[in-house]
């Protein structure tokens, strides 16, 4: 009994704290006019919408933009209600609405436009590209410019701007027209190489200066000499190959940096490759004397562009003959000296190769080694050779001899 009793004095305590509230209710008579509206204004000036309210009650209005919706409170003179929205809120170019409203019931609705406020120009947003581009005419970069105020909103259309174009030693006025805000302007090259220089111009408003290189065209085909120290194929000295001055088809020189590839076709078969980067056109290129005795044909590239002339060379062998020593049982072989065109011991490093056949002519194995100070050694163990008649070739520089001989297991000495 008694927990009923407290049950039902807090269910009267809680009736008497809480104060029951009904929405207000629009007033029958409610009534609006517009008195003044506002079409269009300059971006930076201030807004003033009045209204006549009959009915007793404050009116909002809602203003909505791109940055989202704001309120505002008015200035209430008996029925007459005055908002004002200050230049704050109005520097972005484009259609404002407003909403005017009563205890969430829509009354009056409209819309004004924002102009750019034109005589405040500051500045051309400007952009230029692509910054390099190729000589001839048909390769271009674009100017793409958007004048704007001092709010930053682009001018109206038809706004007229200057583009001022030096190239070759000229200097060109371009007019244009803006359109949606913005104007482009495609800027093509000329057939020389150098520089295009752009600004732009409105409203006695200038941007700064702007630079596209123009680049030379593709490369047409050209020329190679060589240069060497003499025709021996001794493995030592270097064969310089040189382009001419490579130019495009306009007689621009090609622009330093461009890779040419030097192919070699040997008279075997086997392709060997150097290359240089031009520098003020022209591209050279290194590459050893052969070891042997050699014919080439030496063509130079610039991938995808041009080629030279096919430019031919030969090698006459730098060793005329060699000798070959060998152990008492045949396996220790000793090559050398071996001497060059001069008489001179041939560079270390010459490649010197062994030939194993059997008896029969059958192939065995096959060693290699290289010169040091003009020899070249051999061992042939007996646990790869076992005692037997054998042929051996030895090569060198191109020369080649053969040899037959019977391994023994005699001690060498």
């Known amino acids: 009994m008694g927990r009923y009793i407290f049950i039902g004095l807090c269910f009267v305590l809680f009736s008497c704290g809480e104060e029951v509230k009904t929405p207000a209710a629009v007033p029958n008579d409610l009534s609006t006019t517009i008195l003044n509206s506002t079409e269009t204004i300059v971006a930076g000036e201030t807004v003033t919408l009045e209204f006549d309210i009959r009915g007793g009650v404050e009116p909002i209005l809602i203003l909505e933009k791109s940055f989202g919706p704001l309120l505002f409170h008015p200035k209430m003179n008996d029925s007459v209600a005055t908002f004002s929205i200050p230049a704050s809120h109005i520097q972005q170019s484009g259609v404002y609405n407003w909403q005017l409203t009563v205890l969430s019931k829509l009354l009056e609705v409209g819309e004004f436009k924002v102009l750019p406020k034109t005589e405040k120009t500051v500045g051309i947003e400007t952009y230029f590209g692509p910054r390099s581009i190729r000589a001839g005419g048909d390769d271009f970069s674009m100017l793409f410019m958007v004048p704007v105020d001092i709010y930053d909103n682009p001018l109206p259309d038809g706004t007229v701007v ?45 941007s700064k200066e702007l630079t596209s290189m123009i680049s030379p065209s593709n490369s047409v085909d050209f020329k190679i000499t060589y240069n060497r120290v003499h025709d021996f194929a001794d493995g030592n000295q270097v064969v310089i190959f040189k382009t001419d001055q490579i130019k495009d088809r306009f007689g621009n020189t090609v622009s330093d940096g461009t890779l040419v590839n030097f192919s070699i076709e040997e008279d075997k078969g086997t392709i060997l490759k150097t290359k240089g980067s031009t520098i003020d056109g022209v591209a050279t290129g290194r590459i050893l004397h052969p070891t042997e005795a050699s014919d080439w044909r030496v063509t130079a590239y610039i991938t995808g562009e041009a080629k030279s002339n096919d430019a031919t060379l030969s090698f006459r062998t730098a060793v005329g003959d060699f000798e070959v020593q060998f152990s008492e049982n045949n396996r220790f072989v000793r090559v050398g000296p071996i001497l060059g065109f001069m008489d001179q011991l041939v560079p270390d490093g010459l490649l010197i190769t062994l030939e194993v056949y059997d008896k029969n002519g059958k192939f065995i194995e096959k060693a290699t080694t290289n010169s040091s100070k003009g020899i070249g050694l051999f061992d042939m163990e007996e646990r790869f050779f076992p005692n037997d008649d054998y042929k051996i070739k030895l090569t060198a520089a191109g020369i080649q001899r053969e040899f037959q001989v019977a391994l023994t297991s005699d001690e060498l000495e």
């Not at 030096?166 to 007019?175: H, R």
């Not at 949606?180 to 409105?202: C, I, P, Q």
Request: proline share 0%; hydrophobic share 35%; charged share 20%.
């Open 162 to 206: 200057s583009i001022n174009k030096q190239m070759d030693q000229e200097v060109k006025v371009i007019t244009a027209l803006t359109k949606n805000g913005y104007v482009w302007k495609n800027l093509f090259s000329s057939e020389r190489a150098g520089r295009m220089l752009v600004n732009t111009s409105t409203n006695n408003i200038h």
